[in-house]
């Protein structure tokens, strides 16, 4: 599948984004664990946490789907997963395979987590040292890549983990891991990343402690079942909040989007670009503050981002990648390994696309440099890649030509139904099939 858009375009309107995909995949998780039936509303009903719910579902735990984001999972308990028949499928969920091989290490049956192509290239080894260091077994494929063999029937013990990189999957993987350990296991991370898995934890009834920076829990303890209302994913809304920021006359009202503090950096940057943002409507739902966010056209300006900031924006930098095309004069990027080994190497991908619409860059080591320019006309790969497509989707509104971006079809991974919200918030975006 493959975007073709027409240049130039206004962004106004209102709309919901869909829910987020991080508190997506978590809510099945730990309700499938917990004790008792969990109702979850908001739900992404994207491929990425479809994938997860087939997974639970493939180690026997009854998940119910209503329509509309409502799901409703029949918890059955810390030990009451069933070994599947056959290996796990997680699709393009990065998240997922990371998160749930923390999960099975404790389990006393084996498992094994595949995924499709994009998924079977990503490196592992970043959560397989932790569990191992736990007492996990673990066989991997070269390089430490998946299908990711993970054999049970290992008693866990817990660790304080110094994480090498600001990572919340890595976090995530160790902390889930912690819950079947024996005695306390923590970590401590060289940066905040996003918290969603502590705060989820407690909401489901389990202690979890954060004193001057490390995190930990305690083995053996119960998760009891909730209701969760998942708000809008702000790793989604990036594109239309930097759609409105850089395309004249635009006034956009996104609803109900998570505003977790670990996940800001998007705003925080794009406001430093002086773009017009407000929130309004700020409350909290489950745990969680959400808000309606409203962006208004405002021309922006190249700058340093804070370091501070990378981790809290992890997900959006491709969206921000274009911004930082559209404004005026240089935008400098550092401290963004982790955005080389996400579903494509981001950093190289961006630039490729950059390049081919006539921006100026430089890649670095750990970021890139980019200088504010005309954007024109031209194909771009995206490396299946669902942000990549997304982003260079919005370049089209300050684009001085016609815009085609190759291999869509991952955009349903995190955000089906893209194309028609883009459309009908004034991009000029049709949809068509790829020639074999």
Same mark, same amino acid.
């Given at each position: ?322 911004? +930082? *095309?559209? !404004? &005026? @004069?240089? #935008?400098? $990027?550092?401290? =963004?390994? /982790? ?8 950093? +190289? *991908?961006? !630039? &490729? @696309?950059? #390049?081919? $619409?006539?921006? =100026?860059? /430089? ?13 024109? @006309? ?22 001085? @030509? ?35």
């Amino acid at each position: 599948m493959e975007f073709r858009l027409l240049p130039g375009g206004t962004v106004t309107g209102e709309a919901r984004v869909p829910g987020d995909k991080s508190m997506s995949h978590r809510s099945i998780m730990l309700g499938a664990l917990a004790e008792g039936t969990t109702r979850v509303t908001g739900f992404l009903e994207g491929e990425d946490a479809l994938a997860t719910l087939g997974a639970f579902r493939a180690m026997g735990v009854e998940i119910e789907r209503h329509g509309a984001g409502e799901v409703v999972v029949h918890g059955v308990g810390l030990h009451g997963l069933k070994p599947p028949s056959q290996a796990l499928d997680l699709g393009n969920a990065g998240t997922g395979m990371r998160l749930m091989a923390g999960l099975l290490a404790g389990q006393p049956f084996d498992a094994e987590l595949t995924g499709d192509a994009s998924l079977c290239s990503r490196p592992m080894g970043r959560v397989i040292t932790p569990l191992e260091s736990m007492g996990a077994k673990i066989d991997a494929s070269e390089g430490g890549r998946p299908p990711l063999r993970i054999h049970g029937g290992r008693q866990l013990q817990g660790i304080h983990y110094d994480l090498p990189m600001a990572s919340a999957q890595v976090k995530s993987c160790v902390l889930l891991a912690g819950l079947y350990a024996q005695g306390r296991t923590s970590v401590t991370e060289p940066a905040p990343t996003r918290d969603h898995t502590e705060r989820m934890l407690r909401g489901f009834g389990y202690q979890v402690s954060n004193h001057d920076g490390v995190i930990g829990l305690e083995g053996g303890g119960r998760l009891l079942a909730c209701n969760i209302d998942v708000p809008g994913d702000i790793s989604s809304a990036a594109f239309f909040l930097v759609a409105a920021s850089i395309a004249p006359g635009s006034d956009l009202l996104l609803n109900h989007v998570g505003i977790n503090p670990t996940r800001i950096g998007v705003l925080n940057i794009l406001r430093e670009m002086g773009a017009d943002i407000t929130l309004k409507n700020q409350r909290e739902v489950g745990g969680e503050p959400v808000a309606d966010i409203r962006v208004r056209y405002a021309p922006l300006h190249g700058i340093e981002i804070p370091e501070d900031q990378v981790p809290l924006a992890i997900d959006e930098f491709p969206a921000l990648f274009i911004a +930082a *095309a559209c !404004a &005026e @004069g240089r #935008t400098v $990027l550092r401290g =963004a390994e /982790e955005l080389r080994v996400k579903e494509s190497d981001r950093i +190289a *991908a961006m !630039a &490729e @696309g950059l #390049t081919t $619409l006539g921006i =100026a860059n /430089e890649i670095l080591p750990d970021g890139i440099i980019i200088d504010g320019g005309t954007l024109g @006309g031209g194909e771009i790969r995206t490396f299946m890649d669902h942000r990549i497509a997304m982003a260079f989707a919005i370049a089209a509104l300050r684009a001085q @030509g016609e815009i085609l971006v190759h291999d869509c079809d991952h955009v349903a991974t995190s955000f089906p139904g893209f194309d028609a919200l883009a459309r009908g918030l004034g991009l000029q975006i049709s949809v068509q099939r790829e020639e074999a």
